[in-house]
């Protein structure tokens, strides 16, 4: 199965004035001259109510470890770097991961948790089944722990790797304030019900993000994350061959594309590509010792299993954003919630803006990224610092 191509660009930064990857003279990010973080209020009723009582509580800050772990962005950067030369494929994966840690009550790195008694982990959510990188979090953490045991947080390190892997495949730097905790729970069917679904239609997923507080051209910049990855066939398999029960294709699709997909997707894989029959278990991407090669192995055998389509099938050339949303314009969407980003009038001009300026997209996807990053999080004195981002400390 073919690997990921990743537009490997990446621009040097440090952490306080950092340059976009296309055109280094195009947006200088100097953090000051952000908006405050909003900070929403998606963590656990419990949680809430807490917070409410205490009062008192910490706020995310910039290098928020630098008296007590000046290297931990340092530490995070170079690993990911390091992994990403050897596999491309952990940057999409990284930022996925992201996405789904932060949507599900919060950048609190519950999506991490491994299954334990009392909760329903996200891992084991249909959602969260074809998700990776676990074992790329757990080898940052422990190089982390070795540098300054018990101070840095799973849900800093996952917000900081993302940003890393965006970076790496040609998307913009954001700065990022760091201070949050970890969860002490998994919310198996939070993240059930409210991680949207590739099937949704606009106005499905237009409420989903809002219930986050994104709006529309939030949304449409936030899906421009589909520019690098893969997507497997069985996310789109009905598209192909039996769109809303017709026995044929989705209409609103290229045909060249269907053509083009149907060759990476044929029928004969059909079993392959049904969730229950072949999707990874939550147990088969955990590994309990995590090592370099565990993760080559989870990310080989996750692209030879399973037959998928590379998001920028254009080639490596393709800057992070541009094919994207130029793809949907065509009718070239590979998810179905993706192609009805063009279906709406407001959506629409979205797409139709950052498909000819990608500076535009970069300054907007940039900003969510930041927004993203900081949903529900936690900070002193809630929640805790994992040793171990699998387990409740
Ligand atoms: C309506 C919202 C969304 C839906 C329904 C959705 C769904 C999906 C699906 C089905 C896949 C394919 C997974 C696989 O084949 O293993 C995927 C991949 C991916 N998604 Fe999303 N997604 C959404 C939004 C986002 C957002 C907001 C981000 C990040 C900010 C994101 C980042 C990614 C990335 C990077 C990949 C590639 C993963 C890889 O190659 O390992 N997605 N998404």
């Not at 949680?47 to 995310?60: F, I, P, Y």
């Not at 690098?228 to 699709?253: A, E």
Request: aromatic residues 8%; glycine residues 6%; charged residues 25%.
């Amino acid at each position: 199965q073919d690997d990921i191509d990743t537009n490997n660009k990446f621009s040097s930064h440090d952490d306080k004035y950092c340059s976009l990857s296309d055109d280094e003279s195009h947006y200088i990010f100097d953090v000051d001259s952000f908006p405050p973080l909003p900070m929403f209020a998606t963590t656990s009723h419990v949680e809430r109510k807490l917070q409410q009582q205490t009062g008192a509580r910490e706020s995310l800050k910039y290098d928020y470890y630098h008296q007590t772990c000046p290297q931990a962005e340092r530490i995070i950067r170079s690993s990911v770097r390091d992994l990403f030369k050897k596999r491309p494929q952990i940057a999409p994966a990284l930022l996925r991961l992201a996405f789904h840690d932060c949507f599900v009550e919060g950048c609190d790195a519950s999506v991490l948790l491994d299954p334990a008694e009392g909760f329903h982990s996200e891992k084991e959510s249909p959602p969260n089944e074809s998700l990776k990188g676990f074992d790329v979090i757990d080898i940052i953490k422990s190089e982390l722990e070795e540098a300054c045991p018990g101070v840095v947080s799973c849900a800093d390190t996952v917000v900081l790797a993302a940003r890393e892997s965006v970076i790496l495949t040609g998307g913009p730097f954001y700065p990022l304030k760091t201070g949050r905790r970890d969860s002490v729970a998994s919310f198996g069917e939070v993240a059930t019900f409210e991680l949207p679904s590739p099937q949704d239609d606009l106005s499905k997923m237009i409420v989903s993000f809002s219930s986050k507080g994104f709006d529309e051209r939030e949304a449409v910049s936030l899906l421009g994350a589909h520019s690098t990855g893969v997507i497997h066939c069985k996310f789109f398999i009905n598209r192909l061959y039996n769109f809303s029960g017709t026995n044929s294709s989705d209409p609103t699709m290229n045909s060249e594309f269907v053509s083009l997909l149907r060759s990476k997707c044929n029928t004969n894989q059909a079993s392959l590509m049904s969730p229950a029959s072949k999707a990874q278990s939550p147990s088969q991407l955990v590994s309990s010792s995590p090592s370099p090669s565990s993760i080559m192995d989870e990310l080989a055998s996750a692209l030879v299993e399973e037959p998928a389509m590379k998001m920028d099938y254009e080639g490596p050339g393709a800057n992070f954003g541009t094919l994207y949303y130029r793809s949907l314009l065509q009718g070239r969407g590979i998810l179905y919630v993706d192609q009805q980003l063009t279906t709406g009038e407001e959506t629409k001009t979205w797409v139709q803006a950052y498909a000819s300026d990608v500076s535009l997209f970069h300054k907007d996807f940039g900003l969510v990224m930041m927004k993203l990053s900081n949903l529900g999080v936690l900070t002193a004195p809630m929640g805790q610092v994992r040793k171990d981002c699998r387990k409740v400390s």
